[in-house]
């Protein structure tokens, strides 16, 4: 059973700052999601992983499929960035149609 | 049009009512996704739809009802409820079953948020 462990469960910064959201996962995937949801609010859909690197704008996610590790780093943090970021990991094959959800990380950034 | 529209956004109802929430999107995707939220906790899957046909269904109880009439729409009919099913129930789509070749992206509604009183 594979299981997705975010850290830190909880992150207060000053604004401009740069930001390391970990998520680590057990067994093997066939990608990684990362999602952030403001208080109250839906959820976006931030990056899809199966390898590598990928970049939008200020946010970044990294994967490394041996160590089974994913990070999120925001550059620049800004107050807007205050949300819970959450990684979700799709399983291979018959799994894949369910999303393993990690607790999710609270980020404040203060100005 | 990237996105899935839920309604409504805020229901209130009693545990003999009878409701439904809605979730459209217009992106041709051809699987949607119900999943409920609880306060601080992460998203629960309830059902999964392909194709119009109820792919997945998480052992949820029978007093929440999906339908999806077509492949834009997805209904998630309420009735008899508890107070405990208060709580945040998000749809989502993508465009075809995750884990099929070319699939990526999932796509969140807004969410709507359900008080049973």
């Known amino acids: 059973k594979n299981e997705v462990e975010q850290s830190p469960q909880n992150l207060t910064a000053q604004e401009g700052e740069f930001i390391t959201i970990n998520c680590s996962y057990s067994v093997g995937i066939s990608a990684l999601h990362w999602l952030q949801q403001h208080p109250g609010g839906g959820i976006v859909s931030l990056f899809m992983?199966?390898?590598g690197k990928k970049k939008h704008g200020r946010l970044i996610a990294t994967i490394n499929i041996q160590e089974k590790h994913s990070s999120l780093h925001i550059t620049a943090s800004h107050p807007r960035d205050s949300a819970v970021y959450i990684c979700?990991?799709?399983?291979?094959?018959?799994?894949?149609?369910?999303?393993?959800f990690g607790q999710g990380t609270r980020l404040t950034i203060n100005p | 049009d990237t996105e899935v529209t839920q309604t409504p956004k805020h229901l209130v109802m009693g545990m003999t009512n009878k409701k439904s929430l809605k979730c459209e999107q217009h992106?041709?995707?051809?699987?949607m996704y119900w999943y409920k939220q609880k306060a601080k906790k992460p998203p629960e899957l309830m059902f999964v739809y392909s194709y119009e046909k109820l792919s997945i269904n998480e052992s949820v109880p029978s007093r929440f009802s999906p339908e999806c009439p077509n492949s834009s729409l997805l209904n998630l009919h309420l009735h008899a409820l508890q107070p405990e099913d208060s709580a945040l129930y998000l749809c989502?789509?993508?465009?075809?079953?995750?884990?099929?070749?070319?699939?990526?992206?999932?796509?969140f509604g807004e969410g709507s948020r359900l008080t049973v009183l």
């Open positions: 979700a990991s799709r399983g291979v094959i018959q799994g894949a149609q369910k999303l393993v």
């Open positions: 992106m041709g995707h051809r699987a």
């Open positions: 992983l199966s390898s």
């Open positions: 989502a789509s993508s465009q075809d079953l995750l884990g099929r070749r070319g699939t990526g992206e999932l796509f």
